[in-house]
């Protein structure tokens, strides 16, 4: 191993370094430590270095020069000793810059809070030389890599000075901003128009009280440090855990609701007056709402009718454990079929059904045309009908990639003649949000079925929680769930 300490053989270390165990050349990383030498120790356990001008350009994703350093990115700050060992002592920093300058564009503000001795330029090339044995021009690149010691984050705001979260743009009334006496943050790993903000902001509008929803971006393999500043932010009560953060969150909770972690995921975030963090998982109890709704229309309710459930993924988790929660029959019909199968045994053995038979049943796609001829919903939950490659083939039929007219057409033209068998007292539902209604909802409309699509389970599910985070202070005003629930759906609508 390399590290800036390293003298001559450096060209040659490098090169091993370069290549996995097969001797293939290693893809370009992010760094996920910064080593320092011996004598810098000190300085560094006084937190009096905060940055490290390093060689070459490592604002990218890159293997040589060695690996790039990502803003907003965790790292362990190590200390490689004489001996090439590591000292015992490491501690954790979030890297907030990698500027890229030439040596001749360095000015002494530049190198603020590097180690001692490269207070200025001079001392910086003297260094340079030393530790590279060769000299260095003004037109060499490198970069100062500034960084935040974790144990320095005490709030929300340290996140996003140190560009471990971003505020997400794409949300209606996200606001870009933390000044609230309290807040709760949904935390998702890309940005998406979601409607959590402007659901939560309107029902803290309406029953006044002063705080606010905001949605931030981050890395979910960063959970553990995220939450860690989050624990210690009076402000923040809880939020959301959304798209890559379900399951993610899990580790970092000190309490999981028996659901949720049957599940796997969690979806909502509850930080109790003690600091303690709860994980719950309202996705499913949100879906099973809304369909409890149509069926009530119906002058029905869910206990005893068969639902085909296709797709076994996260969202399939959640539904069907809630639908069977509330004694719904039920098939799960996926692509890969171990995976429905895991997913039924796990439900069966939730509910000890396993002696009694079948609370839940499973298959593959190709069991799709024969089970929903008698069943009473049909709800997707897998990705096909969602945005990309799936977005053109109905959940009705297996679906062949390539995205090409001929795949397409074969699943569409399959999903069609499955859906002229199935009685039109069948309710046909679709969790896959988008802009148009997916092609399984569209055809459905068409030929006269009764819908529902995945609004409902949004709505429901952020009900679930904010009732979870405010249910006892809203009661005190006589305010029910069911106003908060009004609240949301406008506002998601608007
Ligand atoms: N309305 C809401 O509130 C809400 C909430 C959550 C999720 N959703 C939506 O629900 C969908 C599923 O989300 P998720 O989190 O459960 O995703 P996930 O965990 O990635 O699961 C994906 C599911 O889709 C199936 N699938 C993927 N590619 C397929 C293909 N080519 N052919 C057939 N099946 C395929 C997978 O089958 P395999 O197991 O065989 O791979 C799996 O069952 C997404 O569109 C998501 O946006 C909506």
């Known amino acids: 191993m390399v590290n800036c300490c390293e003298k001559p053989q450096f060209n040659k270390d490098y090169a091993e370094m370069n290549k996995t165990e097969s001797g293939e050349r290693k893809k370009p990383f992010f760094a996920n430590e910064l080593w320092f030498r011996e004598d810098e120790k000190n300085l560094l356990q006084n937190k009096l270095i905060t940055a490290s001008v390093r060689v070459g350009d490592r604002t990218a994703e890159t293997v040589d020069p060695k690996n790039g350093y990502k803003e907003g990115r965790f790292i362990r700050i190590k200390i490689q000793k004489e001996d090439k060992e590591f000292d015992l002592w490491q501690t954790s920093a979030v890297v907030y810059a990698a500027e890229k300058k030439t040596l001749g564009e360095i000015e002494p503000k530049d190198l603020a809070g590097t180690p001692l001795k490269t207070k200025t330029k001079t001392e910086l090339v003297e260094k340079l030389k030393r530790l590279y044995g060769k000299e260095f021009t003004d037109d060499e690149i490198v970069t100062i890599v500034r960084f935040e010691y974790e144990d320095n984050l005490k709030e929300t705001n340290d996140l996003i000075r140190t560009k471990a979260l971003t505020f997400a743009r794409e949300p209606k009334e996200n606001p870009e901003n933390l000044d609230f006496p309290s807040f709760t943050i949904p935390l998702v790993e890309h940005d998406y128009p979601a409607k959590t903000p402007i659901m939560w902001n309107a029902a803290y509008r309406e029953f006044h009280i002063d705080a606010g929803n905001i949605m931030l971006v981050g890395d979910p393999k960063q959970c553990g440090h995220i939450l860690n500043t989050l624990r210690k932010d009076p402000k923040y009560r809880g939020g ?70 296709l797709g076994a993924g996260g969202a399939g988790n959640a539904v069907a454990f809630a639908l069977a929660e509330k004694g719904m029959r039920i098939v799960i019909l996926n692509r890969s079929s171990e995976k429905a199968k895991n997913l039924a045994n796990k439900i069966n053995n939730y509910f000890n059904k396993q002696d009694a038979g079948e609370l839940v049943r499973f298959g593959g796609e190709d069991h799709i045309a024969t089970e929903v001829k008698d069943a009473d919903v049909i709800i997707n939950v897998s990705t096909k009908g969602s945005a990309g490659e799936l977005e053109k083939y109905s959940a009705l039929a297996p679906a062949s990639l390539p995205a090409n007219a001929e ?88």
């Not at 379900?246 to 970092?252: G, H, L, T």
């Open 407 to 494: 795949n397409i057409q074969k699943n569409l033209q399959l999903a069609a003649q499955t859906l002229s068998t199935i009685p039109r007292s069948v309710v046909i539902s679709d969790i896959v949000l988008g802009k148009e209604p997916t092609p399984l909802l569209q055809t459905a409309k068409d030929a006269g079925f009764e819908t529902l699509d995945g609004i409902p389970m949004v709505i429901n599910q952020g009900v679930e929680a904010f009732w979870l985070l405010y249910g006892k202070e809203l009661q005190t005003k006589n305010i029910t769930k069911e106003q908060v629930a009004e609240i949301m759906k406008r506002a998601a609508s608007s």
């Open 240 to 309: 959301g855990a959304g798209v890559g953060f379900k399951d993610e969150v899990i580790p970092f909770l000190d309490e999981v609701e028996p659901l949720a972690k049957e599940i796997g995921a969690v979806n909502f975030v509850l930080k109790n007056p003690d600091g303690k963090f709860r994980g719950f998982n309202t996705d499913g109890m949100g879906y099973a709402q809304g369909l409890e709704e149509v069926f009530k229309k119906k002058g029905g309710q869910l206990f005893g009718k068969k639902a085909v459930i």
